[in-house]
C-alpha cells in the first residue's frame, strides 16, 4: 500500500493539472463572452450600407481545423454608378484566444500557392474621424491570377488592434475575432489611390464594429 502512494500522488497531480488547464483554456465550455461573439458573427447582416453579401461555402473541416466557434465567409459587393463593381471577400473566425491568433495568411496563404510580395505594413483606417484600428495587410500574388491585396487583425470586442504578438497579446482574452479581407489592387478613387478593402473599411467598419461590439 504505501509504494503505491507516490503514484497515487503522481496520478492526482496529472489530473489536477488537466483540470485547471481544460478551465482555463475552456475546453468543456464556452464562456458566456464567446457565446455573445458567436451570435452576433452569426447575426452580421448581408446589407451593409451600399455593400451586398453573399455566403461563401465552409466546409466542417475548415471550421474544426482552426477550432473557430464560428467561422463566417461572404463575398460583399458595391456596385458605383460608374466603374468596375467593389469587392471584398470577408472570412470572420470567432473563439477562443489561443487558436485565433495563429496560422494568419503570411504564413497560410504561402501554403497554398499565394506568394506574398513584400512584408506586411500597418493600416489605420480613419473612421468618423478618428484612427483607433489597425491592420496587417499585404500584397498577394499566384502565377495566372491577378494579384490581391489581404488585410487582417483581431478584435477582443472594443477595437481591431494589428497586434505584433497576438498569442501573448491576446492571452488573456475570454474570447477574440479574427478578421481577414481580400480585395483587388488599388485604384483611383477621388484623387486617392485606394483597394476595395479599404473602401470597404472607410463604408462599413463603423457598423461592422457595432454589430460585433462587446463590453
Not at 456596385?79 to 472570412?91: D, K, M
Not at 478584435?155 to 481591431?160: F, N, P, Q, Y
Given at each position: 500500500m504505501t509504494r503505491s502512494l507516490p503514484l497515487l500522488g503522481a496520478m492526482t497531480m496529472i489530473a489536477i493539472g488537466g483540470l485547471?488547464?481544460?478551465l482555463v483554456t475552456d475546453r468543456w465550455f464556452v464562456a458566456e463572452v464567446r457565446q455573445e461573439m458567436a451570435g452576433r458573427a452569426?447575426?452580421?447582416p448581408r446589407?451593409?450600407?451600399?455593400?451586398?453579401?453573399?455566403?461563401?461555402?465552409?466546409?466542417e473541416r475548415h471550421q474544426r481545423v482552426a477550432d473557430a466557434d464560428v467561422l463566417l465567409a461572404r463575398r460583399y459587393v458595391k456596385?458605383?454608378?460608374?466603374?468596375?463593381?467593389?469587392?471584398?471577400?470577408?472570412?470572420l473566425f470567432v473563439g477562443r484566444s489561443q487558436p485565433m491568433s495563429v496560422h494568419t495568411p503570411d504564413l497560410c496563404f504561402p501554403?497554398?500557392?499565394?506568394?506574398?510580395?513584400?512584408?506586411?505594413?500597418?493600416?489605420?483606417p480613419e473612421v468618423e474621424g478618428q484612427r483607433r484600428h489597425s491592420f496587417w495587410f499585404a500584397r498577394f500574388h499566384k502565377p495566372g491570377e491577378s494579384p490581391r491585396w489581404v488585410y487582417w487583425s483581431w478584435?477582443?470586442?472594443?477595437?481591431?488592434r494589428a497586434a505584433d504578438d497576438p498569442r501573448s497579446e491576446f492571452r488573456h482574452c475570454r474570447g477574440l475575432y479574427k478578421l481577414y479581407?481580400?480585395?483587388?489592387?488599388p485604384r483611383w478613387i477621388d484623387g486617392e489611390e485606394m483597394d476595395d478593402v479599404q473602401i470597404f473599411l472607410r463604408d462599413?467598419?463603423?457598423?461592422?464594429?457595432?454589430?460585433?461590439?462587446?463590453?
Open positions: 485547471v488547464h481544460g452569426a447575426d452580421l446589407v451593409m450600407g451600399n455593400w451586398v453579401g453573399e455566403d461563401l461555402r465552409v466546409l456596385s458605383p454608378p460608374h466603374g468596375e463593381p467593389f469587392e471584398v471577400v470577408l472570412v501554403n497554398t500557392g499565394y506568394h506574398m510580395d513584400s512584408p506586411a505594413r500597418v493600416y489605420n478584435s477582443d470586442g472594443r477595437r481591431w479581407l481580400v480585395g483587388s489592387m462599413v467598419l463603423p457598423e461592422l464594429q457595432n454589430r460585433l461590439a462587446v463590453p
